[in-house]
C-alpha cells in the first residue's frame, strides 16, 4: 500500500504543476520554486468552490516558506488554516452567548451554534490527524469527507437557528460563520480531489457480495455481540461499565439522563451500557459530545419508551426539539421507543436527533409528526426500525441507511402533504445521502382511511422532497405501498435544485412503486444495478468496517426482488427476498 500510495502522490504532485518544466528541472533551481509553487497554489484553487479565498491563504504559505508539492499538503494546509480561524470563531460565538446583542427568538440558538461548532473544531483536527496517519487514500479521504461534510452541516444549522435571531451582533457572527466555513468548503473540496488518483472502493463493490445478517464494519470486533444479546445476559465482550435504569427505582438510577450523566466521559476505548428496563420515560435525553460509545438497551420498543413533547411551535429549535439528542460518536440503542408526543399542530417536534458519528440503531420505534428523525450528520445505520411522521419526517445530511425498517406516513393537518424525506446535502463533494433499502413504505391506518373515504379530502404523500440543491437519496428493493403520488417526488421551492439533486428507486415493488409517471427532473433516476451498488452500505456509509463488530444485521449487497403481498403483510414486515442468517464471524 505505501508503495501504491507514493506513486499516486508523485502523480497528484505532477498534476499539479501547469508550467512546461518537469518538477525535477524545478527542484534543481531555487529561483523558479516560488512561480511554481504560485501556479501550483493557483492550480488547485481554481476548482474549489471558493477560488480567491483559497488562493490567498495558500499564497500566505509561501511566504513562510511552506513547501506544498502534493494534494496531501496543500489538504492539510487548508485544513490548517480553516482550524486557524475556526479558533477566532469560537471565541466570537461564546461573546455571542454571554451578551445581550443577539436576542432569540427560539430557545437554544446560541447554544445550537456553541455546540455545533465545538464540534465542527474537534472534526477538523480529526481530519487532520487521518490524513497525516493513514496510507490508504480511499479510507482517509472517506473519513475526512465524513469529517467535513459533518462541520458544513453545523454551519447550515447554526444559521438556521439564527435566522429568527436579532440584534447587532447577529451580522457580524453570521458573517464569521461564512468566511470560517468557505475555508472548510475548500478544504472538502482538496480532499476530494485526493479520490481521484486513489485508491477507491471499486474492488468491494466488483465483488457484488450480500452480507446475510452480517454488520457494516465500523466497530471493534468485542462490541459485536452486544445488541443481541438478552437484557441481564452475561456479556463477556463487555470491558467498560454496565448500568441499569428502572423507573420503580429497583436499578442504579430512575432516568436515563441520570446514567448518562454518570457514564466516563471522554471513554473513547470502551462502550458504557445501559440497560433501560420497562417503563415510560418522560424525559429529554441528551448525550453529549464527550459522552462517546453510549449504547442504549431496551426490554423491547413495545414496552421501553422515552418521550417528550418540545417543539418550535412551543418555542424550541428544530434542532433543540429532540427527545433524544445525540452528539457522543458510537452510539448504539435497541429495542427502546422514541417519541415525540408534541403532535402535528407544533410543528416541528424531533423525536430523535443524531449528530454522532458511526451510530447504530436496531429494532427501535421512533415516532413523531414532523421532522421525527432528524439525521443530521456523519454516518449511521438503521436496521428493523419503525418509523412514522408526516411532513420530512427523515431529514438531515447525515450518510445513513436504512435496512429491512418500516417507513409509516401518518395523518398530517388539514391542507398539508406527506413527504417521507427532506434531505440536505448543499455541496456536490459531501459524501451523504439517504439510503432506504429492503423496506417497506405504507401509511397507517387513519391516513389510509382518510384516503379510501368519499368524505375526505385525499392527502397527498410523496417519497422525498429536496431541502437543498444536492439533495439525495434513493429507495432500493423495498415496497411501496398505493398511498404514494405517482409522480413519488416533490419540489420544495420551485424549481430550486431539480438538476443538481440525486433521487433515484431501484427494482421497487408493490402498488406505489411504478415509474411511469414519475417526475422528469434532469436529477430524477431510475437506477440500474450499477447506480444502486453505489448507496448499499459499503458505499455510502464509507469505512463500515465499524458495524462489521456490532450485532447489527446488514445487506451488503443488491438483489432483484419477486416478493409481493397485501398491505396487511406490508405494514409491519419488510420485504426482504432471501433468509437471513446471524453472521459472528
Known amino acids: 500500500m505505501a508503495s501504491f500510495l507514493f506513486k499516486t502522490l508523485i502523480l497528484l504532485s505532477a498534476i499539479l504543476f501547469t508550467s512546461s518544466s518537469s518538477s525535477s528541472s524545478l527542484s534543481s533551481s531555487s529561483l523558479n520554486i516560488n512561480a511554481a509553487q504560485v501556479e501550483s497554489i493557483r492550480s488547485v484553487c481554481k476548482s474549489t468552490p471558493y477560488p480567491d479565498v483559497c488562493y490567498n491563504s495558500m499564497k500566505l504559505s509561501i511566504s513562510i516558506n511552506l513547501n506544498l508539492t502534493t494534494l496531501i499538503d496543500f489538504a492539510l494546509q487548508s485544513l490548517n488554516i480553516a482550524a486557524k480561524e475556526a479558533g477566532k470563531l469560537t471565541d466570537l460565538i461564546l461573546e455571542a452567548g454571554n451578551s445581550q446583542q443577539i436576542v432569540e427568538k427560539q430557545r437554544g ?108 464494519v465500523w466497530m471493534k470486533r468485542r462490541d459485536r455481540r452486544l445488541l443481541e444479546l438478552g437484557v441481564g445476559e452475561k456479556n463477556e465482550y463487555a470491558t467498560g461499565d454496565e448500568l441499569t435504569v428502572a423507573a420503580d427505582g429497583t436499578g442504579n438510577f430512575k432516568t436515563i439522563t441520570e446514567a448518562i450523566n454518570f457514564a466516563p466521559n471522554n471513554s473513547y476505548d470502551v462502550r458504557t451500557i445501559i440497560y433501560v428496563r420497562e417503563g415510560v420515560y418522560q424525559e429529554n435525553v441528551e448525550i453529549p459530545s464527550y459522552k462517546p460509545n453510549i449504547v442504549l438497551l431496551g426490554d423491547g420498543a413495545d414496552v421501553t419508551m422515552v418521550t417528550g413533547n418540545r417543539s418550535v411551535g412551543d418555542g424550541w429549535t428544530t434542532f433543540r426539539s429532540a427527545t ?50 432528524y439525521v443530521h450528520s456523519f454516518r449511521q445505520f438503521y436496521r428493523e426500525c419503525d418509523i412514522s411522521g408526516t411532513v420530512d419526517f427523515i431529514f438531515g445530511n447525515a450518510a445513513v441507511v436504512f435496512q429491512a425498517s418500516t417507513i409509516i406516513a401518518r395523518l398530517p393537518l388539514p391542507g398539508q402533504f406527506n413527504a ?83 433521487y433515484g428507486e431501484y427494482d421497487n415493488s408493490g402498488p406505489g412503486s411504478g415509474v411511469e409517471n414519475r417526475v422528469t427532473w434532469p436529477g430524477y433516476h431510475v437506477m440500474d444495478y450499477d447506480e444502486a451498488s453505489n448507496f448499499i452500505v459499503s458505499q455510502l456509509i464509507t469505512g463500515d468496517e465499524w458495524l462489521d463488530s456490532t450485532s447489527v444485521p446488514y445487506d451488503n449487497g443488491v438483489w432483484h426482488m419477486y416478493v409481493y403481498y397485501g398491505r396487511e403483510n406490508a405494514t409491519r414486515s419488510c420485504v426482504v427476498a432471501c433468509t437471513c442468517r446471524s453472521d459472528t464471524a
Not at 472548510?184 to 474492488?203: C, F, P, R
Not at 435497541?334 to 443524531?354: M, S, W, Y
Open 109 to 216: 440558538a446560541i447554544q445550537d451554534c456553541k455546540e455545533l461548532h465545538q464540534i465542527s473544531v474537534s472534526t477538523i483536527q480529526k481530519c487532520m490527524s487521518r490524513i497525516h496517519q493513514t496510507t490508504v487514500v480511499s479510507h482517509m479521504v472517506s473519513d475526512a469527507k465524513a469529517y467535513l461534510s459533518a462541520a458544513l452541516t453545523n454551519k447550515n444549522t447554526c444559521l438556521e437557528g439564527l435566522e429568527s435571531a436579532t440584534g447587532p451582533l447577529k451580522p457580524v457572527l453570521v458573517n464569521g460563520l461564512v468566511s470560517t466555513y468557505n475555508l472548510v468548503s475548500n478544504s472538502l473540496s482538496i480532499v476530494s480531489k485526493m479520490q481521484e488518483g486513489g485508491q477507491t472502493h471499486q474492488e468491494e463493490k466488483s465483488n457484488g457480495g450480500r452480507r446475510l445478517m452480517g454488520f457494516p
Open 420 to 502: 417521507i424525506t427532506a434531505q440536505s446535502r448543499d455541496n456536490s463533494e459531501e459524501n451523504t445521502g439517504i439510503s432506504i433499502q429492503n423496506c417497506s413504505i405504507v401509511a397507517s391506518d387513519d391516513l389510509y382511511n382518510n384516503n379510501n373515504s368519499t368524505t375526505s379530502n385525499t392527502i397527498k404523500s410523496y417519497l422525498g422532497r429536496p431541502w437543498r440543491i444536492y439533495s439525495r437519496t434513493v429507495y432500493l428493493e423495498s415496497y411501496i405501498d398505493d398511498f404514494i403520488d405517482p409522480a413519488g417526488w416533490i419540489e420544495w421551492s420551485g424549481e430550486l435544485g431539480l438538476d443538481t439533486l440525486y
Open 324 to 373: 433524544l439528542a445525540v452528539s457522543g460518536d458510537g452510539f448504539m440503542a435497541r429495542d427502546i421507543t422514541f417519541e415525540n408526543t408534541a403532535g402535528p399542530e407544533k410543528h416541528q417536534a424531533v423525536a430523535l436527533r443524531v449528530n454522532a458519528d458511526l451510530t447504530a440503531v436496531y429494532r427501535c420505534v421512533i415516532n413523531g409528526y414532523q421532522d421525527t428523525l
